[in-house]
């Protein structure tokens, strides 16, 4: 059901029954090596192109998650996924391998939790009874697409990010066996620019959609902000997060900075060189079905607010002077029996 102006609440409380995370080489050296269900040694993944291993990423993330569900692929009745390739082709190739009904979608970097807003909608009123969603990125993919390739060895700024090379999928089902994840409302973003447009400072020009969805998520359940044991965004990075923080503080929103974290900032370790932090569909879907997934299993967080950003520009938009539009969308993940 709609409460209020834009958060959908779930009744029957879909189970996110099991995941599947797969990373590259830079994020085998991260701090969350240990969470990913399968890492690779080199960016080919065995492929002749970058954008052929990114569809790869998706099919592994996704037969992770069946196997650890102990499901046969002709059980799921949808898939829901998207990327920053044009046409989001990988997605749509990786939805060709399992011949699966598909509904891509984009949203940049919100993608991830888009779609397990709507994955969860479409279980919750009874649309299906298995349902994959996922988001993923590649960055010598991505950064050729958005930036600069990276043998022109161009210098970035400290505001620039780094992509992640990683997909993260959840298998969405009517019921689980014993303990598990539950989705258990889903805010929906709107689209908000503030004029930026600097393709490098992604993360400042997303906080704004992220403090407008956060918000919008808590007045719309009427809720503390303190019901939740984690506040996740992802991923606006340094710049974003402090950006952020200093819109809860004029907004007279009462913010607790230990319970707001970032994807960007947790995935890799201190001293590898990404800047102002990480980004990529990828960067949110890995750190939340992987690692934070693992924390709630192991009973250390019980109430989460995965919260994506995504920064709705385009080559072609950057090439006609556009400013970058944004948007955020929340979902609330909570750990029952």
């Given at each position: 059901?709609?409460?209020?102006?834009?958060?959908?609440?779930?009744?029957?409380?879909?189970?996110?029954?099991?995941?599947?995370?797969?990373?590259?080489?830079?994020?085998?050296?991260?701090?969350?090596?240990?969470?990913?269900?399968?890492?690779?040694?080199?960016?080919?993944?065995?492929?002749?192109?970058?954008?052929?291993?990114?569809?790869?990423?998706?099919?592994?993330?996704?037969?992770?998650?069946?196997?650890?569900?102990?499901?046969?692929?002709?059980?799921?009745?949808?898939?829901?996924?998207?990327?920053?390739?044009?046409?989001?082709?990988?997605?749509?190739?990786?939805?060709?391998?399992?011949?699966?009904?598909?509904?891509?979608?984009?949203?940049?970097?919100?993608?991830?939790?888009?779609?397990?807003?709507?994955?969860?909608?479409?279980?919750?009123?009874?649309?299906?009874?298995?349902?994959?969603?996922?988001?993923?990125?590649?960055?010598?993919?991505?950064?050729?697409?958005?930036?600069?390739?990276?043998?022109?060895?161009?210098?970035?700024?400290?505001?620039?990010?780094?992509?992640?090379?990683?997909?993260?999928?959840?298998?969405?089902?009517?019921?689980?066996?014993?303990?598990?994840?539950?989705?258990?409302?889903?805010?929906?973003?709107?689209?908000?620019?503030?004029?930026?447009?600097?393709?490098?400072?992604?993360?400042?020009?997303?906080?704004?959609?992220?403090?407008?969805?956060?918000?919008?998520?808590?007045?719309?359940?009427?809720?503390?902000?303190?019901?939740?044991?984690?506040?996740?965004?992802?991923?606006?990075?340094?710049?974003?997060?402090?950006?952020?923080?200093?819109?809860?503080?004029?907004?007279?929103?009462?913010?607790?900075?230990?319970?707001?974290?970032?994807?960007?900032?947790?995935?890799?370790?201190?001293?590898?060189?990404?800047?102002?932090?990480?980004?990529?569909?990828?960067?949110?879907?890995?750190?939340?079905?992987?690692?934070?997934?693992?924390?709630?299993?192991?009973?250390?967080?019980?109430?989460i607010l995965a919260v994506a950003t995504g920064a709705l520009l385009s080559p072609l938009t950057y090439q006609q002077n556009e400013t970058i539009?944004?948007?955020?969308?929340?979902?609330?993940?909570?750990?029952?029996?």
């Amino acid at each position: 059901m709609l409460q209020g102006h834009r958060t959908w609440v779930f009744a029957n409380k879909p189970v996110i029954l099991s995941t599947g995370t797969v990373g590259g080489p830079f994020e085998a050296k991260g701090k969350m090596a240990d969470d990913f269900d399968l890492l690779h040694e080199d960016l080919w993944l065995g492929e002749d192109s970058y954008e052929k291993a990114h569809k790869v990423l998706f099919e592994e993330a996704y037969f992770k998650a069946l196997e650890k569900a102990n499901l046969e692929k002709e059980k799921v009745e949808f898939i829901i996924s998207g990327d920053l390739v044009n046409q989001i082709t990988p997605s749509s190739f990786a939805a060709r391998t399992f011949s699966v009904p598909f509904l891509g979608i984009f949203g940049a970097c919100s993608t991830s939790m888009e779609g397990l807003a709507l994955g969860a909608y479409i279980v919750n009123y009874g649309g299906a009874n298995y349902l994959l969603t996922g988001a993923a990125s590649h960055n010598t993919a991505i950064e050729k697409q958005f930036r600069y390739p990276t043998e022109y060895g161009g210098q970035k700024p400290p505001t620039a990010q780094w992509t992640v090379t990683g997909a993260g999928a959840a298998l969405l089902g009517k019921k689980g066996v014993g303990k598990a994840p539950v989705v258990t409302a889903a805010t929906i973003g709107r689209v908000v620019d503030l004029g930026m447009s600097d393709p490098f400072n992604m993360g400042g020009a997303m906080a704004p959609a992220a403090v407008d969805t956060i918000e919008a998520h808590f007045r719309d359940l009427n809720l503390d902000p303190n019901y939740y044991d984690l506040i996740v965004t992802g991923d606006l990075g340094k710049i974003g997060r402090s950006v952020a923080l200093d819109l809860f503080h004029q907004h007279g929103f009462l913010m607790d900075e230990n319970k707001f974290q970032d994807c960007g900032l947790m995935i890799y370790r201190d001293g590898q060189p990404v800047l102002s932090g990480a980004s990529g569909a990828g960067c949110s879907a890995v750190v939340i079905y992987g690692h934070l997934l693992n924390r709630m299993k192991k009973g250390e967080l019980k109430k989460i607010l995965a919260v994506a950003t995504g920064a709705l520009l385009s080559p072609l938009t950057y090439q006609q002077n556009e400013t970058i539009p944004c948007i955020a969308h929340a979902v609330a993940i909570e750990y029952r029996g």
